[in-house]
Structure formats: C-alpha cells, structure tokens
C-alpha cells in the first residue's frame, strides 16, 4: 500500500503468492504423532458444533477430543449408539448424522467428559 504522496517501498509491500513449498512441521506435532497416536489438546475443551452442509444435510461435530486412535473410534461408536444415529470419525473429529447436540453432551457426561 502507498501513502498519501510518498513511493512505495519494500517494506510496504505484502506476499500475497508463494511458491516456496511447504512449511516444516512444528516440534509439538511430531512429538505428539509419536507419542503412540495421541492428539494434542487444542486448549479449549470438548466442543459441539452444528453444521449444515450442502443439501441442508445438519451434522453435529464433537471437537476437541484427546486419545489415542483406538480411544477416539471406541468413543465415537458410544455416541453414535448413545445418540441412535449414524456418524463416522475424521481426523480426530466425530461427526453425528442430525442435531445431537443435547444427546451427545449427556452422553459425554455420563464418561465424565465436560464439553461446551
């Protein structure tokens, strides 16, 4: 951007392409991929999350969860069951077919999770 009356210089200008490749993964995402699958905590809890996709398809998303792999599907088959619907897990999401915000808070209750 160019002030009022003055030229540009190189420190007014912004990036707005690059086709310098990719950055180098941060330390704590290597640490935490080699700590047997665990995720990292995001820092702000379990949340619930409605989402209506293409088609007026409403899917509820349960954010935020920590374990390992196997922890997190075992979690995601008890809620799909708790809430009586059909959901899958994405890269440490869990994703309920429909608005099941009040089912899946109780159910992750129940576990002794507190979610927002």
Do not use: F
């Amino acid at each position: 951007m160019r002030k009022r009356g003055g030229t540009a210089s190189a420190t007014d200008s912004r990036l707005v392409y690059s086709t310098g490749g990719e950055k180098a993964p941060l330390p704590s995402a290597v640490g935490s991929a080699a700590a047997g699958g665990a995720r990292a905590v995001g820092g702000k809890g379990i949340r619930l999350r409605l989402e209506t996709r293409p088609g007026g398809r409403v899917v509820t998303l349960v954010l935020g969860l920590v374990g390992t792999d196997a922890q997190l599907e075992e979690l995601a088959r008890s809620l799909k069951s708790a809430c009586g619907t059909g959901g899958t897990l994405k890269e440490g999401v869990v994703e309920l077919q429909g608005d099941h915000r009040k089912a899946a808070q109780a159910a992750l209750a129940a576990r002794g999770l507190k979610s927002r």
